[in-house]
Each structure stands twice: as structure tokens, then as C-alpha cells.
T-cell receptor, first 113, second 114 residues
């Protein structure tokens, strides 16, 4: 089974609108971490936001927020007030145990002016 | 701000040659990783390294690959006898400790095997 599933290969959003990128995960480990990374066309991986499995509140970082629904095993990324510079690939990832991360297949976000 | 540094940014090599990709993790970090991303595809885990030994490795990380931390600062990925399908972006990442802290990624090395 896939550890991380991102069902939206591509998304479009109008500039200044909010957009939600979906991510579901699969783990039986009670302790895990969920991450979102942005990969612009230049290729680097930029950390955006983190949510721990025991965190009670949804994580927020500026315009990014993570809608963490533990029972549904979902960790959707919400970007408010989209900007043209938000156009990129977005990867959801999970750390399970002390070592490796599992990445989803990514969602390509295009922000339209 | 501390960052993970990878060199070179782009490496072109002939099929069958050996390449070494270099990474300098953040200095007080304890866990180190290599990932690869074939163009347009998902990021794939290769190997994790802790306390001077491999912690976990994926199916991709076969005998063709090896990792080393030769001098306490560099973290290298060696690919022996490169194949065309090894062409990819290779990312190094480091993490501070065992708790759920984020992994910081380098900017990647684009390997092209011709």
C-alpha cells in the first residue's frame, strides 16, 4: 500500500484565491510526522510546514496551513491568497520511525494571473 | 541560516563511470539521507545514515551504491558503473535528531549519464 497518496497531479488556482492540496497517508505507527515541501522549477526542495502526530492544533506557517484530520489520515495543505510565485510542485511526506521519509507523487500547482 | 550544501550542482558522466556526489549536512545534525528524483517523477528514498552506518536503505540502493562520511562533515554518495537510468536529481537531506523535526534538503545534484 502507498504510504502517501496525493490524488491531484495538477491544480489551477486564480491569483489571490485559496487552494487546498490533498494528501492522505497510511501508517500504524502512533508517532509520525507529516511534511509539505515545495519544489519550484529550479528543482530544490523547500520545507513549508510540519505537523506532528500528537499535535493538537493544525500547523500554520504564514500563508500555509495544514488541515490535519487524524481519524481520516489526511494532511491537506491550504495555501491562502495564492501568488504567482506559488506555482510549483508540492510534495507531501511522512516520517515514520527514526529514519526514512516517504514522499507522495506530488501535485503541480499553477497560479493564474 | 544553516543549510545543506551539495556539490556539484550538475554532473555529466559517461555510462560505466563512477561518480561521487557530495553533501555537507548541517553541522549539528545526526541523521542523513539521500533521495533521488527521476525527471518528472516522485522523490524516492535511497538510504539513511546515522552514527556512521546505514540505518535503512531502499530496494533502489543496491551494490552499485555506497555512502560514506569520510571526515565528519562531508556525506557522499558513490555510484559505481553508472547506467543511463541513473540520470536523476539526487538530494541530500539532514535532520537534527530522532524526534519529528523537519529534514532540510540540499539544492540537489543533477546527474546526467550519457
Amino acid at each position: 500500500a502507498q504510504k502517501i497518496t496525493q490524488t491531484q497531479p495538477g491544480m489551477f488556482v486564480q491569483e489571490k484565491e485559496a487552494v487546498t492540496l490533498d494528501c492522505t497517508y497510511d501508517t500504524s505507527d502512533p508517532s509520525y510526522g507529516l511534511f509539505w515541501y515545495k519544489q519550484p522549477s529550479s528543482g530544490e526542495m523547500i520545507f513549508l510546514i510540519y505537523q506532528g502526530s500528537y499535535d493538537q492544533q493544525n500547523a500554520t506557517e504564514g500563508r500555509y496551513s495544514l488541515n490535519f484530520q487524524k481519524a481520516r489520515k489526511s494532511a491537506n495543505l491550504v495555501i491562502s491568497a495564492s501568488q504567482l510565485g506559488d506555482s510549483a510542485m508540492y510534495f507531501c511526506a511522512m516520517r515514520e520511525g527514526p529514519t526514512e521519509f516517504y514522499f507522495g507523487s506530488g501535485t503541480k500547482l499553477n497560479v493564474k494571473p | 541560516e544553516p543549510e545543506v550544501t551539495q556539490t556539484p550542482s550538475h554532473q555529466v558522466t559517461q555510462m560505466g563511470q563512477e561518480v561521487i556526489l557530495r553533501c555537507v549536512p548541517i553541522s549539528n545534525h545526526l541523521y542523513f539521507y539521500w533521495y533521488r528524483q527521476i525527471l518528472g517523477q516522485k522523490v524516492e528514498f535511497l538510504v539513511s545514515f546515522y552514527n556512521n552506518e546505514i540505518s535503512e536503505k531502499s530496494e533502489i540502493f543496491d551494490d552499485q551504491f555506497s555512502v560514506e562520511r569520510p571526515d565528519g562533515s562531508n556525506f557522499t554518495l558513490k555510484i559505481r558503473s553508472t547506467k543511463l537510468e541513473d540520470s536523476a536529481m539526487y538530494f541530500c537531506a539532514s535532520r537534527l535528531d530522532r524526534t519529528n523535526t523537519e529534514a532540510f534538503f540540499g539544492q540537489g545534484t543533477r546527474l546526467t549519464v550519457v
